[in-house]
């Protein structure tokens, strides 16, 4: 009987073990003193203009099952080591037809998850946003909206040499309700784009 108890107690210290593992902010280890940036960007003119300037301030969109479409701005940053992150944007939730709208702001409350991914920067992209390394990757954030609805902002940047697994757009989650159907950037129009900057809190 004690070699049962103590298999037991041992399978519910690993399972708890691995809910707290599962349950934290992910970063590479080697990544642990970085400070990241992320944006949903502008690119003017769009892609595939021969040069292509990058700033802050764009739009992305994510449709869910009915067809209904979120679409956000936004940026904002997360620490490497703690998990900390802060930042936010506006949100506009429109019906398939785009007759019916609701609209407002978030805030990123917390990381959950990022991981980069390979990548480098097009060499036509201009990139005025200048925070860091450009990296590619995946982010999970979770957002608190001014309607007072939580959700899940995911943030996915695919660069050049980046596997065709990454999609490069949001996805997200509001209520009940999850936009899970990205919209892919299109050729010549400046919308559902995104980009990771990576810096190391010591090079400051």
Not at 82 to 88: L, P, R
Request: hydrophobic residues 40%; proline residues 6%; neutral net charge.
């Amino acid at each position: 009987m004690n070699r049962r108890h103590a298999l037991w107690m041992l399978m519910v210290g690993s399972a708890f073990i691995a809910a707290l593992w599962a349950s934290a902010p992910r970063v590479r280890a080697d990544d642990e003193e970085t400070r990241v940036r992320w944006d949903i960007i502008n690119t003017v003119p769009p892609p595939p203009a021969p040069v292509v300037i990058v700033t802050a301030g764009g739009k992305a969109s994510a449709r869910a099952n009915d067809d209904s479409k979120i679409t956000m701005t936004g940026t904002g940053t997360f620490e490497g080591a703690s998990g900390e992150a802060q930042g936010g944007g506006t949100w506009m939730v429109c019906n398939k037809a785009a007759t019916v709208c609701a609209s407002g702001t978030y805030r990123v409350k917390r990381l959950v998850r990022f991981d980069p991914a390979p990548g480098t920067p097009s060499p036509a992209n201009v990139d005025q946003i200048d925070e860091g390394r450009t990296s590619a990757g995946l982010a999970v954030l979770s957002v608190s909206y001014s309607d007072g609805d939580k959700g899940i902002l995911v943030v996915s940047c695919h660069l050049v040499g980046t596997p065709d697994s990454v999609f490069e757009g949001i996805t997200a989650t509001k209520g009940f309700v999850d936009f899970w159907n990205r919209e892919a950037p299109a050729p010549g129009v400046n919308a559902n784009r995104t980009v990771f900057h990576v810096r190391r809190e010591d090079n400051n």
